[in-house]
């Protein structure tokens, strides 16, 4: 008899919990927008999304989405921006549970990125209010892979984003790993990211964390602070931490970059701690304050001065002749209370650290 009670209190308890409908595994792309709105927990398996349409997710409140199969993106013919996937919502859960996202980069790729053909960013967070996005597999990004934007309260985990098959004569490119904009408290942790850019760009918003990334190919964890035509006002970047992170075989392991172009803003407490570096082929870490537009012109401004950057632990090594293990140009009364310590990477074979200003605790 107690028995039969217990069992019978667990099955209205797990159905309660989990209304998996069958109508809730949805197989095919038709079929998404009804599901949307009837499901709290819905699979979606091994769907092609047609060409020049965004698989718009936007969650119910506390719904959780898994992702099974191979997910197809047609091809758009390089005429479409994107993002081939957005997913919004508050509380939400998505698990990517081993499936892949492909977003077919191959057929995009020109070698030119932004300034070629036009190609859809990957996929666009906008979560909310506690919400996790985990074990998302994302293969060739077209151009940029995650755009984490007018999100809040989000973690992302065991995220794999492999566009290595783009180094190959050189044709992916600008697909940055992470671009965060617009937006706050977001932790991206146990990720790895192959690519051709910045494994990390943040741009704008406060309280971001990095934690435990591998990154490889591209160009290092980043924030790039004032690209107007990008973000817009306010050029604010506040509170951010990358920690316990590698940095493979990238052009820079470091690069911190404001846009002379851009208006006034700040940049204020950024800390780097316990990153590893090897392979960096052109700078270990990068400070600059002269960003015009994507280049760097070598005239800084103090539009958007940087305050607070703390380094600790930043260890590894540079390769080929051109590496600079550290490189950092401000503008006059730019930068300040940076504070730095266990800052060693090795180049042998390169050129000089190059500094016009000096951070407490580090010798150029
Ligand atoms: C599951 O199906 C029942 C009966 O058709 C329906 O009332 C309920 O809303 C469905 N639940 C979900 C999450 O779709
Ligand atoms: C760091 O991330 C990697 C890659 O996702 C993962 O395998 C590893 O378990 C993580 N380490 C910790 C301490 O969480
Ligand atoms: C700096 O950022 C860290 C991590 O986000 C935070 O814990 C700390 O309170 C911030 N410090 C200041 C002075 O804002």
Redesign the pocket.
Known sequence: MKLFIITLLAAAATSQASPLNASCTVTSYSAVAAALQSCNALILKGITVPAKTTLDLKLKSGASLTFAGTIRFAFAECEWAGPLIQIKGDKVTVNGAGATLDGEGPKYWDGKGDKGCVKPKFLKIKTTGGSTIKNIKLLNCPKQCVSINSASNTVLE?F?IDVSAGDKGALGRNTDGFDVSGSSDITV????VKNQDDCVAVNQGNNFIFR?L?CSGGHGLSLSVGQSSVCGPPNTVKNVVFSDCTVLNSDNGIHVKTHSDAGTGSVYNITYKNIKLSGIRKYGINVQEDYEKDHSCGNPKGNIPIKKLTMSSITGSMTGAKGIGVYILCASGGCSTWSWSGVYIKNDKGMKNNCNFEPTGFSC
């Open positions: 065991h794999n942790q146990n990720s790895i435990n591998t």
